[in-house]
């Protein structure tokens, strides 16, 4: 049984299916499920966010509610003190190194949540319009620019937001609740396939 | 049958002949016809009985303030609406619809035997007549009264069809696509801001497609029309949407607006939604909302053929339809000539203008005389003649405030009113804006708005095409670019309760139609005491039908301040409330129903357990695994079998559900003194306490058990359902009492899937996955925790037990839950491994006395109570609820405490919540001093066990109490919490 102790020997599983309606590449768009990511919930004081940055080689972005984008690795800034880091798995062991770096240096807070959250890609020229069936945000490029996060609602569930260009959104969401937003997408998708809402009446 | 069309007039599509049924008989019309216009064309005026009288009753309008025509339309099983405005129903081929309110049917209604004493139903009859026997309401009175009374039957089938929802954003709203709301979008609209324009008509363009003679910028009014729509239709930043009903307009203006999608379109789409649901944020609204003509209040004003002038028009000139052959109009206002002269050139014969007003504007007499119609002014209707359509009316002379007794009578086969013109400041109003009275149109207009707000055109009193245009216009941004030639609004007088020279008490005048309220009710109303406003509105029902009293409200303040002798403009208005119109429930519930009627949190495990043939069971968001029958199990043989399994071999449970809170910061211990009541400082690393969390007022409010991971972080762990309230308390406490504190609390209740090994054998098991962690009894003890491997992948790993057996809590990333459940649950069949579920977890810790904050706490238990003073931290200075708990109340004698219970027949299982008396004997109400909190058969045991909180009970251990049942009084001792194993050896099984 010593075998079995090495390497990692459990399949991945992030619980949650995508109806065809949101996978299938339409002109319109739709919703991917974004692959296993490495996701830390960075705390620390609004003061020392330069020497973090230096410290750890972070592309921490200064403004709240705006995020810097680079290769796989995306960090927003949600509140004063609180900062999300998603990354590919790819610099998993580098960043653990750099956080117990940090750790060490500052009063601060790393906590490991990769697999709390799931994020969605919301895409295509509908994205907006998937998304505002259930987040009550403005979303029009001139109020919500790509680079821009937030932290928000949709429908019954709690999410993170991020524009990453005009037509593509990250989504972030418990667990849990995966289910039931990418449930809601779908009825999007649906709705938005079966009538254009506002359309002009053939007379 | 007679065909009231008329060639080259109306926008419907005369190439597209359709049919529908109107209760079960054929009839013909055309696309773009209402329900009520194709009627009216087919000579049908009679559509309905009344409220409360069953009078026969025909169109008052033809738009969404109709207040008689009420349909139920049918479009097949889940697809019934009751109480649909005909005026707005649009038709397509096959469209079915039904007249309600009466019995046999519509043209011999039995109920209109109401009509013949309605001397016996005076406002409040009902409150006044029903009130004794007081028990017979429920059960005869008001399922009687209900189903006599006059709205459609409700639907009892489920509603076929779906809804969806939007948010919105725009820069400026425009409600109301009239001649004003037009102006104002293109004025808004050129700068490239967003521009929404809503009308709830299934054509934009308002009064402007009842008016088609009006000339704008040179151009007939269709012609501008067409061209305006094409130019704001081409502006990417303007949505035109049409059919769409602003229902209310709510703070920061946020506006809901329901978009109907498919109630016009003959075929169903099971697929398309029915309606939307538009949440919409705007920078700026413009209310541009029109006015509602008023009906005149003079008796027999509600009989089929009544309608309002501007309905005729709008019948005429859109839909291609004369009302009548041989058409009366009865005016006090200027407004109404337009018609009369309009349906003159169309063929129609009007039989007299009769106009309450001695002086008339000499070029409205010139017209009428150019076309041979008389004008009687000076003149006052004082009854009506025809049953189930007006025959006639008989007028009077009206010189110095005195009605002549000499009546003469004008044959007639329809008669238009004019009572003047009512501002739709409905949406205004629910924006919590104030209002004025202005005097010269009788009625309510915009004063101080309270949001960004402007109401242009006749929603603000300013009545005129061109008028309205540069209203419009100006608001949007722009100038007045608009030429524009039409006819004269004019003026007009507003009325209460018209003269007559018939005696009052024997008429029926009526001013809320839908409600059957006359001018008497309002009489008498204020007769009685009533005062306010609000206060006869109520006694009387007047305004309070469907339609919100579009058409009454204002006549009945005008009687009601006559009658008060209050003037107008002291008497105020009644609120106005969204919706605007009826709304259904399917719109505003859009998709959240069934399965996203709110979200099933389910763990990385639940899978497997549904795969397994799991019961679940609710505990907040989450659906938990119950128990696990097998075979023909029910709960209570499976439960017994969990039970046995774990005690004697090896249960795995989903612990998932469990709050994580991840506290982390150099203060984090300091934190954590202040938050739970036991002490932290001293807790090595590596080992966990069970925390004890106290609301301020000193009562238990969550627990769990906390593991010490370093010097500055802990691993929180909550009940399942108190996970987000802890959260919220402890950030609370952070952010608002103790900045000062570095320290940073993150939830972590996802991240982990957590499984629960329990049982002899679970060590065993658990030894040879497990890599950097020395699992040897010595070197990880109870109440410790470890970081390390399983198959590789990290975990902590919490040896800790809810069960008394020898337990671990095995805690990995959760997308790792399942895979790990399954490779134990396979390694495990060797133990006689036994998936379980909550059920048999409450009776492991039952046995063992382990409370469960909610079960047995209720919200006023305090660690006192719970027997579970050891956990707070006696040298501590401070932590939450440390001062309420020196009350005197809570030190006090004779609290209830929480104990064990034994019944006397081990086989009774004592029901949870049962009353606890001290003796069997008393009488009725018995002097009640506990209750039971938890029950359970317990296997281990073979006989029953009970939690229960006595007043003073662990003084009375020893002693007999008695739970009272219905069938029978049963026996109990009260014990010790501990059930089973109570020195604790099975934790050290090895």
Not at chain 1, 31 to 44: A, G, P, T
Not at chain 1, 191 to 201: E, L, N, P, T
Not at chain 2, 754 to 765: C, E, M, Q, T, Y
Request: with cysteine; aromatic share 8%; hydrophobic share 40%.
């Amino acid at each position: 049984m010593l075998s079995e102790k090495t390497g990692i020997h459990l399949s991945i599983d992030q619980g949650v299916r995508l109806a065809p309606i949101l996978t299938n590449e339409t002109e319109i768009g739709g919703v991917r499920l974004i692959d296993e990511q490495v996701r830390y919930s960075l705390r620390f004081k609004p003061e020392d966010i330069a020497a973090v940055r230096k410290a750890s080689q972070l592309d921490l972005p200064a403004n709240i509610g705006m995020s810097s984008i680079k290769g796989g690795q995306l960090v927003l800034r949600l509140g004063p003190d609180e900062w999300l880091l998603i990354s590919d798995l790819s610099r998993a062991l580098a960043l653990k190194q750099t956080f117990a770096t940090l750790s060490s240096k500052f009063t601060c807070s790393v906590v490991d949540i990769s697999h709390r959250n799931l994020g969605f890609i919301v895409h295509g020229e509908n994205a907006e319009n998937i998304l505002n069936t259930g987040c009550p945000l403005d979303l029009s490029l001139h109020v919500f620019p790509v680079g821009k996060c937030t932290r928000t609602v949709y429908e019954n569930t709690e999410i993170i937001l991020l524009r990453k260009a005009e037509h593509e959104f990250h989504v972030e969401v418990w667990r849990s609740f995966a289910p039931y937003l990418s449930r809601f997408f779908e009825t999007s998708v649906t709705d938005k396939a079966q009538i254009r809402m506002g359309a002009r009446d053939d007379k | 049958m007679k065909n009231f069309r008329k060639t080259g007039r109306g926008r419907i599509r005369r190439a597209r002949l359709i049919s529908f049924t109107f209760d079960d008989r054929q009839y013909q019309g055309f696309v773009g016809d209402t329900l009520a216009s194709a009627l009216l064309a087919n000579g049908v005026h009679l559509i309905g009985r009344s409220f409360k009288y069953h009078r026969p009753r025909g169109f008052l309008g033809a738009g969404s303030e109709e207040a008689n025509a009420l349909v139920t339309f049918d479009r097949g099983p889940g697809r019934v609406t009751s109480n649909v405005r005909a005026t707005t129903l649009e038709l397509f081929d096959g469209l079915v619809a039904y007249s309600q309110n009466n019995y046999p049917n519509l043209k011999f209604d039995l109920g209109a035997i109401n009509d013949i004493f309605s001397m016996m139903f005076p406002a409040g009859f009902y409150n006044k007549t029903f009130m004794w026997p007081k028990s017979f309401w429920d059960k005869v009175y008001e399922p009687v009264i209900r189903k006599l009374a006059g709205l459609g039957p409700a639907p009892t089938e489920a509603d076929a069809d779906h809804y969806a929802s939007l948010y919105g954003h725009c820069e400026v709203l425009v409600v109301g696509a009239g001649p004003a709301g037009i102006a104002a979008a293109l004025a808004a609209s050129e700068k490239g801001d967003r521009v929404i324009l809503a009308d709830e008509q299934n054509e934009l363009g308002g009064s402007l497609l009842s008016n088609p003679e009006a000339r704008i910028d040179g151009q007939l009014a269709w012609q501008w029309l067409d061209k305006s729509l094409e130019t704001l239709w081409l502006r990417k930043n303007v949505t035109l949407l049409s059919r769409t009903t602003v229902i209310g307009y709510y703070h920061d203006n946020f506006l809901g607006l329901v978009e109907r999608l498919t109630d016009h379109q003959g075929d169903i789409n099971p697929a398309s939604p029915r309606e939307c649901l538009h949440r919409i944020r705007a920078g700026k609204v413009i209310l541009a909302a029109g006015a509602i003509e008023r009906p005149l209040v003079f008796a027999g004003n509600d009989r089929p053929g009544v309608m309002l002038a501007s309905a005729a028009q709008t019948y005429l000139n859109r839909y291609g339809v004369a009302v009548g052959d041989n058409v009366a109009v009865f005016t006090s206002h200027d407004s109404a000539y337009e018609t009369a002269f309009d349906l003159s050139d169309a063929g129609v014969k009007i039989s007299s203008i009769i106009d309450l007003r001695a002086d008339v504007s000499e070029i409205l007499l010139q017209q009428a005389h150019e076309r041979g119609i008389a004008v009687l002014t000076g003149t006052v209707v004082c009854g009506t003649k025809g049953r189930l359509r007006i025959t006639g009316v008989r007028v009077a002379k009206f010189q110095n405030q005195k009605v002549s007794n000499g009546t003469e009578h004008i044959a007639c086969d329809c008669l238009l009113m004019t009572g003047g013109w009512t501002p739709s400041v409905h949406l205004f109003s629910h924006s919590k804006g104030s209002l004025k009275w202005q005097d010269d149109i009788g009625a309510a207009v915009p004063d101080m708005a309270n949001e960004n707000t402007l109401s242009v055109g006749a929603c603000n009193g300013t009545f005129g095409l061109s008028a309205g245009l540069e209203e419009g216009s100006i608001a949007g941004g722009g100038g007045n670019p608009f030429r524009t030639e039409e006819t004269e609004f004019g003026t007009g007088q507003t009325w209460q309760t018209l003269p007559t020279n018939r005696d009052p008490s024997r008429i029926k005048a009526f001013v809320d139609f839908q409600n059957d309220v006359t001018e008497k009710d309002i009489n008498l109303a204020v007769l009685e005491g009533f005062k306010s406003i609000e206060h006869v509105k109520r006694y009387t029902t007047t305004g309070m039908a469907t339609d919100q009293g579009k058409t009454s409200n204002l006549n009945a303040v005008q009687i009601a301040s006559k009658a008060i002798q209050i003037p107008v403009q002291k008497i105020g208005l009644t609120t106005f409330r969204p919706p605007f119109t009826p709304t259904s429930f399917g719109a505003l519930v859009g998709h959240r129903a069934d399965d996203l009627f709110d979200v099933t949190r389910k763990t990385s495990i639940d899978g497997w357990a549904d795969d397994n043939g799991a019961v679940f069971e609710p505990v907040s968001l989450w659906r938990r695994a119950r128990y696990f029958p097998q075979g023909n199990e029910d709960m209570h043989a499976a439960v017994a079998r969990e039970c046995k399994a774990t005690r004697n071999e090896l249960g795995i449970f989903d612990a998932s559900t469990l709050g994580k809170i991840e506290v982390v910061g150099p203060d984090a211990a300091k934190f954590m003194n202040l938050m739970y009541t036991n002490p932290w400082t001293m807790l090595a690393i590596g080992r966990c306490r069970y925390g004890l969390m106290l609301h301020e007022d000193g009562y238990i409010m969550d627990d769990g058990v906390i593991g010490r991971l370093a010097d500055d972080r802990f691993h929180v762990t909550t009940t399942t359902g108190g996970a987000p309230r802890v959260l919220r308390m402890m950030e609370d406490y952070l952010q608002t009492e103790w900045p000062d504190l570095n320290v940073w609390l993150t939830s972590t209740t996802e991240q982990w899937a957590v499984i629960a090994l329990n049982g002899p054998h679970a060590r065993k098991l658990l030894e040879p996955f497990i890599d950097g962690i020395d699992l040897g009894p010595e070197a990880f003890p109870h109440m410790a925790v470890r970081e390390g491997t399983i198959f590789g992948v990290e975990t902590r790993l919490f040896r800790v037990s809810f069960s008394g057996e020898l337990g671990f809590e095995i805690n990995v990333p959760a997308h790792y839950g399942r895979a790990l459940w399954e490779k134990l649950f396979n390694a495990g069949k060797a133990y006689g491994i036994t998936p379980y579920g909550t059920e048999t977890m409450h009776v492991l810790r039952a046995e063992k006395g382990y409370i469960i904050v909610g079960q047995d706490t209720d919200g006023t238990i305090t660690p006192d109570d719970a027997g579970m003073s050891w956990a707070i931290g006696k040298k501590k200075p401070d932590f939450v609820g440390k001062r309420s708990l020196a009350r005197a109340d809570i030190q006090a004698p004779g609290r209830k405490q929480l104990v064990g219970l034994l019944t006397t027949d081990p086989n009774i299982v004592l029901e949870e919540g049962a009353q606890i008396v001290a003796t069997p004997g008393q009488s009725v109400p018995m002097t009640m001093i506990g209750h039971v909190t938890s029950s359970y058969w317990s296997t281990t045991l073979n006989r029953s066990i009970a939690l229960a909180v006595v007043k003073s009970g662990r003084a009375q251990t020893g002693s007999n109490i008695y739970v009272p049942m219905p069938e029978k009084t049963h026996e109990a001792k009260i014990c010790a919490t501990v059930f089973y194993d109570p020195k604790g050896e099975r934790l050290n099984v090895v």
